[in-house]
RNA sequence: GGAGGCUUCGCCUAGUCCGGUCUAUGGCGCCGCACUGCUAAUGCGGUUUGGGUUAACCCCCAUCCCGGGUUCAAAUCCCGGAGCCUCCGCCA
């Protein structure tokens, strides 16, 4: 949710923001409005409300004369005092679903367009040459004993997958190297739930445009998550955080869930875009103040994070109409994937300013002990199956082996190179962990 | 799955049986002031969170886990739900 005061005081900023989505201009308009509606409804509710105390206390000191006339008019006004709540409820309904309909305010840097006007920050690493054909991270994976989609799909049906033997090594090698990293950068790891109640789906911004993507266990109202970002939100919701030293920083662990409705036909080889992985998400809380700021070091730390799995890759600035609702600014980062000779992304951070924070009721105390709304911001460090996609491909072999990078080497047995039909025992010599 | 107990304004707590100045008591903590030849003790005052109104102060409304209901009137009575604790059953 958007803070009702800036739609108040400068409507125009968040008619730009949504002109700038390509989001419908007039809901502004309606917000303001349903805005007015309430207040008016709210007032008259309040005023007959006081007069209806007054009333009641008359009722009680009445002498037995006066009693029966009191009484009616106590009664009277218990009736009307009831209509206007009835009122000012259903204004309130309407304020909120015109309140919940518009998207975070746009970042004034944020470039215009949408899905194909991202600017490319930066472009680090240099993209390997292969003189001989590559193959795509499933061919590899398969030989490597690796991957196997074929029994995940037997077992769970499409985009599921078996990690085995290396692969299964290297979903913990990452985790472990993503989480020890942030525990390095003072982040307090957590191993998230991956099922949530409502309201976390709902206050983190899943159960609206996005609400086809999301499993659902009907039968206990629960929700599979899409990524550990809905526990870590609404693990303070309803809580006034102590943000005096700095923002506070988790680094979630779970399994993320996802329907991928409506991308048939998009990557269906291999597991690139599947409906279960798990990840290693950073979320921070803290000040709006200190928002952007944060924001930039989580990229940094994101940057990092690739540069240590030694993959090639490029930073862009995500324009206005391919934002999530929540955000006012986010950037994916790209890694090259030689099967397919192009960048893509392999994770994602976004800014959301107090636009979850308000919904899920997260503040921090200002210098004058004030309780105000706290700012939130996500990002990936680490999507596991996608990760070991790009690693496979971009380190691949002539002969179908794959390099590892050095950081990944403590939780691979000290292996530097992945074989098929190799021995997953630690490697001879001190190069092993 | 079954039985019982509990949930009060930062923390602890009184109040709930038997509805009405509950405008919610007290302690701790915190803030201010006073006093004292030291930032200790003591005394006095303040200290929930939202919303409405306002230039601001004031004032008004709501808020005793949440949602309904009964009533002129609900922290208090009734129904539903959530969370925590204890016990039984089952279980990785």
């Given amino acids: 949710m958007i803070d009702l005061r800036l739609v108040r005081e400068q ?3 968040v008619r730009a923001s949504q002109r700038a989505r390509g989001a419908d201009e007039s809901l502004v308009d309606a917000l303001l409005a349903a805005d007015a509606a309430r207040r008016e409804a709210v007032r008259r509710a309040d005023d007959l409300r006081a007069e209806q105390k007054a009333a009641s206390q008359a009722v009680k000191k009445a002498s037995p004369d006066e009693r029966p006339a009191v009484l009616e008019r106590a009664k009277k006004l218990a009736a ?20 919940l309909a518009v998207p975070n305010v746009v970042a004034p840097e944020v470039p215009p367009g949408g899905e194909d006007d991202a600017v490319t920050l930066r472009t680090v690493g240099t993209v390997p040459a292969y003189d001989f054909p590559v193959r795509d991270h499933l061919e590899i994976g398969e030989a490597l004993g690796a991957i196997d989609t074929e029994r995940g799909a037997k077992v769970s049906g499409a985009r599921f997958y078996f990690l085995t033997g290396p692969g299964a090594l290297l979903e913990f090698a990452l985790a472990q190297l993503a989480i020890t990293r942030a525990v390095a950068a003072g982040f307090t790891p957590v191993v998230a739930p991956a099922l949530v109640r409502p309201e976390a789906m709902e206050g983190t911004g899943f159960l609206g445009a996005h609400a086809e ?26 809580e006034v955080l102590d943000l005096a030293g700095g923002p506070r920083r988790y680094a979630g662990w779970s399994s993320c869930f996802r329907r991928e409705a409506g991308s048939y036909g998009k990557d269906t080889r ?16 803290c000040t709006p103040e200190e928002a952007a700021t944060e924001h930039a070091r989580l990229l940094a730390w994101e940057e990092e994070f690739l540069a240590l799995l030694e993959l090639p890759y490029r930073v862009v600035d995500i ?3 391919d934002l999530g609702t929540s955000a006012t600014r986010k ?7 030689p099967s397919q000779g192009a960048y893509r992304e392999l994770t994602s951070t976004s800014d959301c300013t107090t636009f979850q924070a308000r919904r899920l009721g997260i503040r921090y105390r200002d210098a004058d ?16 199956a996608r990760t070991i996609a790009c690693l496979l491909e971009v380190h691949q072999r002539s002969d179908g082996s794959v390099h590892v990078p050095e950081a990944l080497r403590p939780w691979l047995g000290g292996h530097e190179l992945l074989t098929p039909g190799m021995s997953l025992a630690a490697a001879p010599g001190p190069a092993a962990a």
């Fill in 319 to 321: 324009a206005a109409g």
């Fill in 213 to 238: 993507e999301v499993y659902r266990i009907e039968r206990d109202d629960l929700y599979l998550v899409g990524t550990s970002e809905v526990a870590l939100a609404g693990m303070h919701a309803g």
């Fill in 270 to 285: 291999g597991i690139i875009r599947v409906h279960w992985f798990d990840k290693v998400e950073m979320f921070s809380f």
């Fill in 11 to 13: 409507p125009d900023v």
């Fill in 80 to 99: 009307e005092v009831k209509a206007a709540e009835e009122e000012q409820r259903a204004a309130d309904a309407a304020l909120r679903a015109a309140h």
């Fill in 331 to 337: 950037y994916d980062i790209e890694a090259w994937f």
């Fill in 369 to 384: 002990g004030k309780p105000q709304i706290a700012a939130t911001l996500n990002g990936t460090l680490c999507a596991i």
